[in-house]
Nanobody, 123 residues
Framework: QVQLVESGGGSVQAGGSLRLSCAAS????????MGWYRQAPGKEREFVSS????????IDADSVKGRFTISRDNVKNTLYLQMNSLKIEDTAMYYC????????????????WGQGTQVTVSS
């Protein structure tokens, strides 16, 4: 079992940047594929990005391609999401997710979730 704690959210103006972190503890971090999801008020949770155990494979949602970068540090047991050129529509609660299966991470059914960190983008 793995525990996930997100941090780094906050308020930023459109065009700005934020970096989210997700600290993992419990089972060996390197066994898990990781991902980021987000949920805006009144909307369903949506996939943002995912990364394989080694970090060599990543997948990004079309809405964030070229602006967001997912990465991981397997020494620090931490997942990151660098968010640049933020838009108002990026406003949401951002969740870290983990699973042994890369497919489950990308398909919205990972076994483990963090509690979320709020990102608010204003004009």
């Amino acid at each position: 079992q793995v525990q996930l704690v997100e941090s780094g959210g906050g308020s930023v103006q459109a065009g700005g940047s934020l970096r989210l972190s997700c600290a993992a503890s419990g089972s060996p971090y390197t066994r898990y594929c990781m991902g980021w999801y987000r949920q805006a008020p009144g909307k369903e949770r949506e996939f943002v990005s995912s990364i394989s155990e080694s970090g060599t494979t990543t997948i990004d949602a079309d809405s964030v391609k070229g602006r967001f970068t997912i990465s991981r540090d397997n020494v620090k047991n931490t997942l990151y999401l660098q968010m640049n050129s933020l838009k108002i529509e990026d406003t949401a609660m951002y969740y870290c997710a983990a699973d042994y299966s890369f497919s489950r991470v990308g398909l919205g059914s990972p076994s483990y979730w963090g509690q979320g960190t709020q990102v608010t983008v204003s004009s």
